[in-house]
């Protein structure tokens, strides 16, 4: 076997936090926070409804008690998901049975408008993710017991695959073909969203608690995560070429909280967080197995974690990832880094990755197209020429963002009298007009007149 590369990955809590933080304690699948290159989202207390809060990942700070939100849900909101293209776009879903879609234009008011609500499903929605690849196309698993496809645009499921089961979790696959998914029959299920069949069904693990799924990239292989007939956790290896059965089974601990995996496709190492625990374990994919690497581990449990875009990390101290953390009442954040002598820009941490350019449409992805995401370098020197020929890209390719939903309200008595005077000026200038063009008419008749006269003086002349 080959050396592990990152036997050496560390990680530690920078020192700035959000304070004041009120997190949900509803029990749901999701992992109730979400992060990109801009803003971390988490899934706030309430008494009724749901709530979002949407912070400024780099600005932490101790928090008012009148922190703007994300009010619109009429039941708990359940998960949430940014936008891969678009740092200002999230998704968020509820017990209401909707999704919605919101633009994050500033941090100072509540927004309480959607720009978009999807509606289709009979029962909670519980999971949704974006597409990795395609422009505003959206997946969702809810309790009726149903993955759908929406294209986020036209505002409608395109596609529903029934899977007689409640959903644990989805997962895209690397070009966005294919949704791995974890339910509560105790089996994994791979989808084809766009034949709308079920193109594996496998028995996974044995324990009664929720599993998980993930797609491990390019290599061909996934995972999934949950416990064994004592309660253990455990995670799975699977070839995805011969599923019939894991390639590994490995037992992590007797821990109770479900981990959640996340898969870093440039480095090729798999992390582990659960919710309740104070540690992210991490293993590398070499050679066609996971071995363990190492773990970060703090004095205060995590309620939930997630991971930040690649693109968002700090090149220059050697960041290959960073995590949100939810704790007690703070919300902190941990970097991952593989130390490195040399100051120089370390090609092998930093290969290429993900953009926020789609690499294809909606109407491409649904009528059976596939495509690899988009990579960009992160090199510093490349950061600005390369944002600037991705907008141009996105202004220039990418479909127009949804619009809003424009809500039809009965005029009250002080909206009565203004459009009653605006109708007014608006007659007034009309008449003006009216007015205007018979001047004009009256003029052109003068002027013919004139010609008239012109024309008879200069025949006398000769």
Known sequence: MKALRFKHL???????????????TITCDSTMVKANGLYTALLWQTGGGGLVCVLRSDKPTKLPFDTPMIKGHQGTILDLDWYPFDDEYLATSSQDQNICVWKINDLTT????????LSGHDKKVNLIQWNPTSAWVLGSASHDQTVKVWDVQAGAARNTINANALPYSIDWNLNGSLIGSSWNDKKLKIIDPRQQTLTLEVNAHQGTKPQRFAW???????????FNKTQGREFSLWNASNPSEPVSTTQIDTGSGVL???WDEQLKVLYLSGKGDSSIKYFEFLDGQLHFLNQYTSNKPGKSYAFFPKRAVDVNICEVNRVAKIEENALSYVQLIAPRKSNTFQEDLFPPCPGTQPAQTAAQFFGGQNANPVLISLKPDQQ????????????TQQPPKPQQQQQLTQPNAQDTQKIAQLESTVQHQQQQIMDLQAQVQNLQIQNQELLVQLSKYEQQQY
Do not use: A, C, R, W
């Open 110 to 117: 509540d927004i309480t408008e959607p720009l978009t609500t």
């Open 10 to 24: 560390y990680g530690e809590e920078m020192k700035s936090k959000f304070e004041q933080v009120t997190p949900t």
């Open 384 to 395: 600005q020429q390369q944002q600037q020929q991705q907008q141009n890209v996105v202004f």
């Open 216 to 226: 491990l990239g390019s290599t061909g292989y996934f995972v999934s995560v949950g």
């Open 260 to 262: 959640y995996p996340y």
